[in-house]
Each structure stands twice: as structure tokens, then as C-alpha cells.
């Protein structure tokens, strides 16, 4: 089993910063993929950033150039820096471990976190 556990959400005016933390812990030998999905209200679970030892970084496109994703390996954690935050960023944000190289479609993800919020106000 592998557990993720998220922090770093928040309220932020639009043009602000946050920067989100999941943490890993368990089997992290089977997460060789940790990516950030976020979800709106009433809407489906998107795919963000992706971090994975076998193909890099990826990012959706709506977030690429504004949105950073890294990891720190002594800490089994990975970071999401989000600059110039939008409100049409506001969702709940999840980290995500997967076994290979990360897939795009939230459904094949094996592992997750519990979410954390993310609010940005216009």
C-alpha cells in the first residue's frame, strides 16, 4: 500500500502563488509515477502535473508555464508550485502515485490522496 497525504491548499487572490505538498510514505517503491489531479464542483477529476522517474515532467496545457512539479526524494515528497493562479484554478487538488509511467486519465491511477483545497478569488 502506498499513502498520500496533501497540504499546502488555500485561499489566494488571483495572480498569487501556492505551493502544495504531498507526501508518500508506504510502498513508495511502487510509485514510481506522482501526479496532481484537481477537481471542480461538478466536474470530472482532470489531469495537472505528472512527475515520473521513467518519462519526467509532464503538465496539461491549461498549466504549463504557470505550474512546476518537482520531488525531493529524501523527503518521499512532491511539490506543485502554482504561480499566477486564475480562478478557473479553484478546485480541490489530489496527489496520485501510479505504478509506471503515468497515464493521463485519473481512472488508472492506483493510489490517492485525500485532496486539498485550493480557492482563488477574482
Known amino acids: 500500500q502506498v499513502q498520500l497525504v496533501e497540504s499546502g491548499g488555500g485561499l489566494v487572490q488571483a495572480g498569487g502563488s501556492l505551493n502544495l505538498s504531498c507526501v508518500v510514505s508506504?510502498?513508495?517503491?511502487?510509485?514510481?509515477?506522482v501526479g496532481w489531479f484537481r477537481q471542480a464542483p461538478g466536474k470530472e477529476r482532470k489531469f495537472v502535473a505528472s512527475?515520473?522517474?521513467?518519462?519526467?515532467?509532464t503538465y496539461s496545457d491549461s498549466v504549463k508555464g504557470r505550474f512546476t512539479i518537482s520531488g525531493e526524494n529524501t523527503r518521499n515528497t512532491v511539490y506543485l508550485q502554482m504561480n499566477s493562479l486564475q480562478p478557473e484554478d479553484t478546485a480541490v487538488y489530489y496527489c496520485?502515485?501510479?505504478?509506471?509511467?503515468?497515464?493521463?486519465?485519473?481512472?488508472?491511477?492506483?493510489?490517492w490522496g485525500q485532496g486539498t483545497q485550493v480557492t482563488v478569488s477574482s
Open positions: 512527475l515520473s522517474w521513467i518519462s519526467g515532467r
Open positions: 508506504g510502498r513508495t517503491s511502487v510509485a514510481s509515477s
Open positions: 496520485a502515485a501510479h505504478l509506471g509511467a503515468p497515464p493521463r486519465s485519473a481512472a488508472h491511477w492506483d493510489y
